[in-house]
């Protein structure tokens, strides 16, 4: 693989392996915080972060080592209103910045699996950006945000609200694929 798609690739992996865990912890504040349904939507965009961060890590099998890696992460642990702002910031810059330069550059390196991979968490983190965007302003009200069951597909990521499509309209496997994370 070309050194940087691959280098792309672990960081990544270590953007979305820390989004992994910082919402795994955000979700338990949440639930403190007393907003039961923004701590499932934590949950379940942490589950669809770890799906992104092994996709990345799997593309790379060929490149083994140590490696240091630098990846953004948002850090803080504060109230469930701040550590949504901060996850929204982070979704938008993995929307707007970081995956589109990506993205170019695998194109540009011919490197087909990469592209796939970064196209599954770009279109995914998308839908991640809207999702925290309404709880963001539902708890600048004081209120939990209205969420009815959220569908994770655990080949790409894709996140969804309300039913799980007949096949995910990202990887097109199966609805059987989809984890479920209802109130
Ligand atoms: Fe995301
Ligand atoms: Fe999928």
């Known amino acids: 693989m070309h050194a940087m798609t691959a280098e792309n ?41 770890e799906v992104h961060a092994s996709k990345h890590f799997k593309r790379l099998k060929e490149d083994a080592g140590a490696f240091s890696v630098t ?7 504060g ?9 929204l910031a982070g979704e938008a810059y993995e929307v707007s910045e970081m995956y589109p ?24 983190e998308k839908a991640h950006a809207m999702l ?16 009815g069951p959220v569908y994770v597909c655990d080949h790409c990521g894709w996140t969804i609200e309300g039913e799980a499509p007949e096949k995910c309209p990202l990887c097109a496997v199966k609805r059987e694929r989809f984890v479920e994370y209802a109130s």
């Open 101 to 124: 330069a990506f993205l170019e550059v695998a194109h540009l390196q011919g490197e087909q699996d990469a592209v796939k991979s970064f196209t599954y968490a770009h279109e995914t």
């Open 79 to 87: 109230t469930t209103a701040a550590n949504l702002a901060n996850a």
């Open 9 to 49: 690739l672990r960081t990544a992996f270590g953007g979305e392996s820390m989004a992994h865990v910082r919402y795994k912890l955000w979700a338990k504040r949440a639930q403190q915080d007393g907003f039961a349904n923004v701590a499932r939507l934590f949950a379940a965009v942490s589950f669809a972060e």
């Open 71 to 77: 990846a953004g992460g948002g850090f803080g642990l």
């Open 132 to 147: 925290y965007r309404r709880a963001k302003e539902a708890v600048a009200l004081g209120q939990d945000v209205e969420l």
